[in-house]
Structures are given as structure tokens and as C-alpha cells.
T-cell receptor, first 113, second 109 residues
Framework: KAGVTQTPRYLIKTRGQQVTLSCSPI?????VSWYQQTPGQGLQFLFE???????NKGNFPGRFSGRQFSNSRSEMNVSTLELGDSALYLC????????????FGPGTRLLVL | GDSVTQMEGPVTLSEEAFLTINCTYT??????LFWYVQYPGEGLQLLLK?????DKGSNKGFEATYRKETTSFHLEKGSVQVSDSAVYFC????????FGAGTRLTVKP
């Protein structure tokens, strides 16, 4: 099976812009989670989608949003970018139950200038 | 809330040395426990997992045992290799997945 894919892999934006990141889960997986990884804060949970519904949400401002499509592909959007949004954004998929293993994509590295 | 605390490192070992990375957790229920590994420039890969007390997860010479009485899931390997150099994350999953801060391991030849 193909693994989790994320596009784009690298992105440079300027403050105030918005960005959309895409994640394609492993075939058959219905849950997609997003994480932000930074050197200072480590891995932080953003949100999780299951069957097109947000099932869990981390402690991030409303500028961070996401959605999931009927084919389980997911997108994450960040509006009004700030310098502190520079990070590696990781997507992970799992078959469905919360406690199941998550399989991670390679990440999208976002740099905000 | 649920949380994971792991030895932050960095840890530097010589090849063939014994490795232990400590991980303890706090959880209200009975979570599944995981170790993930991240190589430079890549996402996280599952290393091993355990889903209930006294379960032992193992993979590629790494082992960890789910200890409910000490709320721990320490990672061990008897003889590390240079190729094991990476960042290791302990994680728990109950209502959602929580990660430790990560431990950077460097193995020198």
C-alpha cells in the first residue's frame, strides 16, 4: 500500500498570507490527524478528522482549520500567517479507532518570512 | 490531562552500547503506548507499540514493556548501531495521541 503523502513538501510564505496543505491517507484509512512540529514546542496536536467530521481539536487559534473529503483526503488551512507558524506540519492516518497506530507522512515544511 | 514525559537528552553512545530511554505517562484510562522514531528530514515511523499492561513491544532489536504499576514504557536496545541515530518519541493514545518531547540519540562509531 502507498503511504501517507503530503503536498507540497516545502513552502515559503510571507506574513499575512494564507496557506493550504494537503494530505492523502493510506487507502482505507478514515482518520486523519494533523500535527505541528517546532524545535521549541515539539509535536503538538492540531486536529483529527474522521469520516469528514472533526473528532478532536488541539489548543490552536481559529486561524488553523481543516477539512476532510469523502475520499478521506484532508486539507489544513492557516490564515493570516505569523512568523511563529514556521514549522513542520505532519499528517497521520489510521484505520479509524482512536487508539490505533497512526502512520505519518513526510511532512510539509512551512517557512513564514 | 493525559501526558507523556520522556528523557530529553541528547543521548550520545558508542556503537554496541546499551540504550535506555525513559518514558512515563499520566492517563485517566488505559491508553495504548507507542515509540516512534524520526530520522532527519522525515516524518515519524512507528517503532513499536503495546496496547495493554505487561505487553512487550519489540522491533529491530528495540523493546519496551507496558508497566501499569509504574506508568512507564521505557525503550531499550542491547547494542546500538550508528544507523539508530535519530529522534525517538514516546506517545500514548486514548482519546487522542500525546507525544513526549523527543530524545535525540547519536551513536558514534
Amino acid at each position: 500500500k502507498a503511504g501517507v503523502t503530503q503536498t507540497p513538501r516545502y513552502l515559503i510564505k510571507t506574513r499575512g498570507q494564507q496557506v493550504t496543505l494537503s494530505c492523502s491517507p493510506i487507502s482505507g484509512h478514515r482518520s486523519v490527524s494533523w500535527y505541528q512540529q517546532t524545535p521549541g514546542q515539539g509535536l503538538q496536536f492540531l486536529f483529527e478528522y474522521f469520516s469528514e467530521t472533526q473528532r478532536n481539536k488541539g489548543n490552536f487559534p481559529g486561524r488553523f482549520s481543516g477539512r476532510q473529503f469523502s475520499n478521506s483526503r484532508s486539507e489544513m488551512n492557516v490564515s493570516t500567517l505569523e512568523l511563529g507558524d514556521s514549522a513542520l506540519y505532519l499528517c497521520a492516518s489510521s484505520p479509524g479507532r482512536v487508539q490505533e497506530t497512526q502512520y505519518f507522512g513526510p511532512g510539509t515544511r512551512l517557512l513564514v518570512l | 490531562g493525559d501526558s507523556v514525559t520522556q528523557m530529553e537528552g541528547p543521548v550520545t553512545l558508542s556503537e554496541e552500547a546499551f540504550l535506555t530511554i525513559n518514558c512515563t505517562y499520566t492517563a485517566t484510562g488505559y491508553p495504548s503506548l507507542f515509540w516512534y522514531v524520526q530520522y532527519p528530514g522525515e516524518g515519524l515511523q512507528l517503532l513499536l507499540k503495546a496496547t495493554k499492561a505487561d505487553d512487550k513491544g519489540s522491533n529491530k532489536g528495540f523493546e519496551a514493556t507496558y508497566r501499569k504499576e509504574t506508568t512507564s514504557f521505557h525503550l531499550e536496545k542491547g547494542s546500538v548501531q550508528v544507523s539508530d541515530s535519530a529522534v525517538y518519541f514516546c506517545a500514548l493514545s486514548y482519546n487522542d495521541m500525546r507525544f513526549g518531547a523527543g530524545t535525540r540519540l547519536t551513536v558514534k562509531p
